[in-house]
């Protein structure tokens, strides 16, 4: 399964974010741990919270006429291989 869209906000993005977690069958703090990020962040990001960064990345993909598309797939999560490595 894929999924595809296209980023031009916090809200898009977050949504973006949001499918892969989710196609990659992780929960927020699965995402979280393997960042090293506290699961709030994470929310906030897939809630489409901005912040300074996001909306300075995205007024400059405005102003440049920059667009953003994103495709989607599984990872293949690492999870079940290190349960092989025994």
């Known amino acids: 399964m894929k999924y595809r869209g ?3 906000s916090a809200e898009s993005l977050g949504r973006m974010i949001q499918q892969g977690r989710l196609l990659n069958d ?4 699965d995402l979280a741990e393997r960042l090293g990020i506290s699961q709030r962040y994470v929310w906030e990001i897939e809630a489409g919270r901005s912040t300074k960064y996001t909306d300075r ?7 440049t ?3 953003l598309s994103a495709e989607i797939t599984a990872t293949g999560s690492d999870r079940g291989e290190d349960a ?3």
Request: no cysteine; charged share 15%.
């Open 84 to 86: 092989n490595r025994g």
């Open 26 to 29: 992780l929960t927020q703090r």
């Open 65 to 67: 006429g920059v667009t």
């Open 57 to 63: 990345l995205f007024a400059m993909m405005r102003a």
């Open 6 to 8: 296209t980023v031009s």
